[in-house]
């Protein structure tokens, strides 16, 4: 190994960013979220991440690390009203511009959209995936309701059992 790459093992020191593609946009209406302020900020404009903006995120970000592994965290809003083929664009991305780096990926997910498609393609890309969910059915649904003020207890926990299964 080289002296610089003795330094940057030593000092390096990996940088995080959580990637919004669907901007504030999501699918439930949660009493805490400041998220829905800022869809305000942008009615009338696309909140979703650009097809050009993603691959210059992607580019800046893993030529922007220092150490060889690194995570993409992607976040929201809700990130899965992005369509699968969105985060299918992103891994091609990341492969285009890895230059020896180990990437993984994470989904911070409210688990309300999640199917056997979006199951399949996370264990087959090895998708670390988060769900949210506020405790007990009464504090979840307390605070994390539908647009419509429905419950979204039950289908967060059809998700978590549709991603055991997977």
Same mark, same amino acid.
């Given at each position: 190994m080289s002296k610089v790459e003795d330094i940057e093992l030593v000092y390096g020191r990996a940088? $995080?960013?959580?990637?919004?593609?669907?901007?504030?946009? &999501?699918? #439930? *209406? &949660?009493? $805490? &979220? $400041?998220y829905l302020e800022k869809q305000r900020l942008y009615e009338g404009a696309a909140q979703v991440m650009s097809d050009e903006t993603l691959e210059l995120f992607i580019e800046q970000y893993i030529k %922007? /690390? !220092? @150490?060889p592994e690194m995570i993409f965290i992607w976040h929201g809003g809700e990130p #899965? #009203? *992005?369509? @699968? %083929?969105? $985060?299918?664009?992103?891994l091609e991305l990341q492969q285009r511009y890895a230059d020896g780096h180990h990437i993984d990926n994470c989904i /911070? !997910?409210?688990? !309300? #959209? @999640?199917?056997?498609?979006? &199951?399949e393609f996370f264990r087959s890309n090895n998708f670390l995936v988060g769900i949210s969910i506020d405790? !007990? *059915?009464?504090?979840?649904?307390a605070l994390r309701r539908t647009h419509s003020g429905e419950s979204s207890f039950r289908e967060v926990i059809r998700s978590i059992s549709l991603l055991a299964k997977y």
């Open positions: 940088m $995080y960013v959580m990637a919004k593609p669907a901007g504030a946009a &999501c699918n #439930l *209406r &949660c009493n $805490y &979220c $400041y %922007s /690390q !220092t @150490i #899965l #009203l *992005r369509p @699968i %083929s969105f $985060y299918e664009r992103a /911070q !997910t409210n688990g !309300t #959209l @999640i199917n056997e498609e979006w &199951c405790g !007990t *059915r009464e504090m979840h649904d």
